[in-house]
């Protein structure tokens, strides 16, 4: 009778014991996920164009090393690493445009197996909207896809075949959308159709990260003029209305790129908005003297809202004909922003920059 009895209360312990751990594993399970779910800050960090080396038309153009290799563990230490993707990413063929001058014209063409050079450094999403994805045409459009989904990374920006991009991260879904005023792009002076495009993402997505391709050109046009910029015959569209629309339609944060040289920021009900952050990593064709070599790289800190929370920049800087992407202890970058914001916002961008690159809510 005894033997029974202690067998019996074995089985109850034994069952008893599994129903705890059965308990605990999925007390667990719903302890992370409401952990990820209530997380309370993401990071993203942010950088501008990004044209590693171009083999056409010869391999010349191209650096004898990966030029991203000094700031990967920067890029890495986020919970998103975005760029702009500033040309085509494949190996050989394609139809390359035809430039009336190319004096101010350039074909781009990065080696496939540089993609590994930015999976590497830790790249969730790249832009393709800007005036190089349609260097080589068709076929360079659907390899640079085509490669970049072999690779994991997400892009967007071009019109029909890639108008927004979602990934999910950590149990958050980030929606991305990108503009520019070229070919095959996503029209950044279509208004109307960026916002419902902007506002159908949202509904998708936690958070939506907007990229821009757009502005004039090169360091005498440094300004956000507020109003539609030319360049070169093209409307390159009026970023300020661009960017404030994009928030309005639902963007949590906003990266401008296009000028090749650094903008102004601002915060604007409560979002980050950079109006360009210059030239990240280019090598080759691509003028690197003065303001074009200094460029920042963004870590901006989010709610999980999208509203600011606090920043950094960490200034860096190229120079022609070395291949690699350095630090700037000057932060010479970090000051331009400073005092571009200071120009283009008379009333205020809502923002403390410090020069050691510390951005902070006013």
């Not at 990820?36 to 090393?65: A, F």
């Not at 080759?284 to 600011?308: Q, Y």
């Amino acid at each position: 009778m005894k033997n029974i009895k202690e067998y019996f209360l074995l089985i109850l312990f034994l069952i008893f014991s599994f129903s705890c751990s059965k308990f605990e594993k999925k007390d667990s399970k719903n302890g992370n996920n409401e952990k990820i779910k209530d997380k309370k800050e993401i990071s993203i960090i942010g950088v501008g164009d990004i044209m590693l080396g171009s083999n056409y038309p010869n391999e010349d153009l191209l650096p004898n090393t990966n030029i991203l290799k000094n700031v990967e563990s920067i890029l890495q230490n986020a919970d998103i690493t975005a760029g702009n993707l500033e040309g085509t990413l494949f190996d050989k063929g394609g139809d390359p445009k035809k430039c009336e001058n190319p004096s101010v014209c350039y074909v781009f063409r990065m080696p496939s197996k540089y993609g590994k050079y930015l999976k590497n450094a830790g790249f969730d999403y790249l832009s393709l909207a800007n005036n190089h994805s349609n260097d080589f045409g068709e076929v360079g459009i659907l390899q640079t896809m085509e490669n970049l989904n072999s690779l994991g990374i997400k892009y967007s920006g071009i019109k029909e075949k890639a108008e927004y991009s979602i990934l999910e991260k950590d149990g958050i879904k980030y929606g991305f959308v990108s503009f520019a005023p070229n070919s095959k792009t996503v029209d950044i002076n279509d208004y109307e159709y960026a916002s419902n495009l902007i506002k159908s993402v949202k509904e998708k997505s936690d958070i939506v990260v907007v990229f821009f391709h757009g502005g004039a050109e090169g360091r005498e046009h440094e300004h956000i003029t507020r109003n539609n910029e030319i360049f070169h015959g093209e409307n390159r569209g009026n970023v300020f209305k661009f960017a404030r629309n994009a928030v309005d339609s639902g963007a949590d944060i906003v990266f401008g790129q296009g000028p090749h040289i650094t903008r102004a920021i601002e915060l604007y009900k409560n979002k980050f908005i950079s109006y360009s952050a210059g030239n990240f990593a280019t090598f080759g064709n691509i003028s690197l003297s003065g303001i074009n070599g200094i460029a920042p790289i963004f870590k901006i800190n989010i709610d999980k809202n999208g509203n600011f929370i606090n920043g950094k920049i960490i200034s860096i800087k190229q120079e022609s004909g070395i291949s690699k992407v350095m630090l700037d202890t000057r932060n010479s970058a970090t000051k331009k922003i400073i005092n571009l914001s200071k120009a283009d916002f008379p009333e205020g961008n809502n923002l403390e920059i410090l020069e050691t690159g510390e951005i902070n809510k006013k």
